[in-house]
């Protein structure tokens, strides 16, 4: 399996964000990458550039509207004489309009984003324009005849909408590899996604299509962010009735609770027999974690690995979260060399 990476992740640097009452770095750094990048190289997995995927693909998943605010953003705040975090402070909540967009900067942050732990540096578009590439060309390797290709995204991306963003997320890079998946060869895709977080952009993406089935696993809702999406009750609609499933979990849930919803999650997608599975793959599940409350251990990482294997589908993994940042590359190479068949 290759890996494909892009150096430009690490423009986007330095944000701060709204956390418990306090701003603080956020927890979503480069170091991530770098961790998992070098454990990658010990495991002598190939790691390649993304290709130069023209920006049009993005629209195929995200408002264009949505995509040209991302880009100027940064540049509208400084023009606007503002100094500290690109962060929204006010949001179009229940009895508020949704419908007008505001032309000033503060009004458009708010209209866009659902939290404020997604700051926007100078250098957050062109990295995540860097991890949607790497994605899609992960998509691209696998609906070329390649059996699995793994995107070391970074931002991450399952918590971005067609339109918003947050969650440290500002594209939907397993969103776009499902759907470039589809463009390609593919009539039907699934997407699990086994981040600690309920992968709310991406359920919204896909949520009246019958082409893509998303099943996620995550903590519940009811105490864990994103708070407001992710329960087991919301199933899809219109077409893609009964092509959502979610899994949401006890804080505190470890090994036995876990394989038991992964065996469903399995179960589910065997039964709606896709193409091809894209695999958002937050590692933040961990029991050492700093912001989420699942009990997983190192060694439960090849087991979630070899299971997936098992499906026997053409797989695209893309790097979501996981903020234990010593053993972040262990983790996932974990996960990657059991999926390619190799013992832990
Ligand atoms: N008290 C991903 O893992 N802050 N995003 C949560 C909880 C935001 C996580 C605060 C967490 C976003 C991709
Ligand atoms: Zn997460």
Redesign the pocket.
Known sequence: MKAIHSPLHARHEGGM?L??GQLVPTF?TPERIAVILSALEAAHIEVTAPRDIPESRLLRVHDAEFVTFLRGAHARWQAEGRQGNVLPSGFPARGLRRDRKPSGISGALGYYAF?A?TPIVAGTWEAAFAAARCAMTAAAMVSEGEAAAYALCRP?G??AGRSTYG???YLNNAALAAQYLLDERCRRVSVIDI???HGNGTQEIFWERDDVQFVSLHGTPDTE?PWFLGYADERGEGRGAGHTLNLPLPTGTGWDGYQAALGTALDAIRRYAPDALVVSL?V?TFAGDP?SAFKLQREHYPRIGGLLAGLALPTVLVQ??GYAVAEIGDIVVGVLGAFAGRPA
């Open positions: 964000e956390f418990r979503e939290d732990s991450p399952h918590h969650g440290y997320c981040d600690y977080h962010y937050g933040d912001i979501e979260g």
